[in-house]
């Protein structure tokens, strides 16, 4: 409301060929003459109110612009370091220029939206420049996707390749309806058509290893402030959301600037 009368005594300031000061004074004698300047220039207050918040909204998207930049330049120049272990299932090429981490949910609509507008893209274009490691944040109100991640975890234990086919077989169009309605049914039926040794995931997927490790995933993920799916790590710079490729290229863009990657 504040906001808005300041707006309002500017519109009425532009409608008047009186002093700020003798408008201030009339204003404060007298409230009503707000009032009756608009109904006797409706047009052009409102055209001028719109003009004010056309160029406040300008400032303002300049302002939240120049913030982001310095603290992505801040992230660059103290970028987090999560844990890339030895057993890792790497998609791409481990030790590359570019490392992509994602903490992910099965049942998570964004997620799918992130791999296939994100990270798909820049292993296409990076080819062999990048690093991908899927990592665990399965929502408490998903109530499949823990056990989703149990069943990755147990497929990676037999190949990165049985992990990496599973996590796509996930990521397609229907498949998290089709988890959300037949559940661990049709997880079982993803790791069979994927080529899973039944027998040894189902051991796996009980296995204190696997859920502690997933529980790890977690940990560092809240120690990271994500909180949300998608949440990712572009060599260290998080990245809290699902935001389109672009923000991903600028993101090496600024990197490249400040003489942390070569491509």
Same mark, same amino acid.
């Given at each position: 409301? @504040?906001?808005?009368? %300041?707006?309002?005594?500017? /519109?009425? $300031?532009?409608?008047?060929?009186?002093?700020?000061?003798?408008?201030?004074?009339?204003?404060?004698?007298?409230?009503? &003459?707000?009032?009756?300047?608009? @109904?006797?220039?409706?047009?052009?207050?409102?055209?001028?109110?719109?003009?004010?918040?056309?160029?406040?909204?300008?400032? &303002?998207?300049?302002?939240?612009?120049?913030?982001?930049? !310095?603290?992505?330049?801040?992230?660059?120049?103290?970028? =987090?370091?999560?844990?890339?272990?030895?057993?890792?299932?790497?998609?791409? %090429?481990?030790?590359?220029?570019?490392?992509?981490?994602?903490?992910?949910?099965?049942?998570?609509?964004?997620?799918? +939206?992130?791999?296939?507008?994100?990270?798909?893209?820049? $292993?296409?274009?990076?080819?062999? @420049?990048?690093?991908?490691?899927?990592?665990?944040?399965? &929502?408490?109100?998903?109530?499949?996707?823990?056990?989703?991640?149990?069943?990755?975890?147990?497929?990676?234990?037999?190949?990165?390749?049985? /992990?990496?086919?599973?996590?796509?077989?996930?990521?397609?169009?229907? /498949?998290?309806?089709?988890?959300?309605?037949?559940?661990?049914?049709? =997880? +079982?039926?993803?790791?069979? +058509?994927?080529?899973?040794?039944?027998?040894?995931?189902?051991?796996?997927?009980?296995? !204190?290893?696997?859920?502690?490790?997933?529980?790890?995933?977690?940990?560092?993920?809240?120690?990271?402030?994500?909180?949300?799916?998608?949440?990712? $790590?572009?060599?260290?710079?998080?990245?809290?959301? /699902?935001?389109?490729?672009?923000?991903?290229?600028?993101? =090496?863009? $600024?990197?490249?600037? +400040?003489?942390?990657?070569?491509?």
């Amino acid at each position: 409301m @504040k906001k808005f009368m %300041t707006l309002l005594v500017a /519109a009425v $300031l532009m409608t008047s060929c009186v002093s700020d000061k003798q408008i201030k004074e009339a204003i404060l004698k007298d409230p009503n &003459l707000i009032a009756d300047a608009i @109904k006797k220039h409706p047009a052009e207050v409102m055209q001028a109110l719109q003009v004010a918040a056309r160029d406040a909204r300008d400032v &303002l998207a300049k302002r939240r612009e120049s913030d982001e930049k !310095k603290k992505l330049l801040e992230s660059i120049d103290k970028p =987090l370091n999560p844990e890339i272990r030895d057993d890792d299932a790497i998609r791409g %090429t481990r030790g590359a220029p570019i490392t992509l981490v994602e903490y992910s949910d099965f049942q998570c609509p964004y997620c799918t +939206k992130g791999f296939t507008d994100v990270v798909q893209p820049l $292993l296409d274009k990076y080819k062999g @420049k990048v690093a991908f490691v899927y990592k665990h944040l399965p &929502l408490s109100f998903h109530k499949e996707a823990r056990l989703a991640a149990k069943y990755y975890e147990g497929l990676r234990v037999q190949s990165d390749e049985l /992990a990496f086919k599973f996590h796509d077989e996930l990521f397609k169009q229907d /498949a998290q309806q089709k988890l959300r309605q037949y559940k661990e049914k049709y =997880l +079982k039926k993803l790791a069979k +058509k994927v080529g899973g040794n039944m027998s040894k995931l189902a051991k796996a997927v009980k296995s !204190k290893a696997i859920d502690d490790r997933i529980k790890a995933d977690e940990a560092e993920a809240r120690k990271f402030g994500i909180q949300g799916t998608p949440g990712f $790590l572009l060599n260290g710079v998080p990245v809290r959301g /699902a935001y389109p490729l672009s923000y991903f290229e600028n993101i =090496l863009g $600024l990197l490249k600037e +400040k003489g942390k990657l070569k491509l």
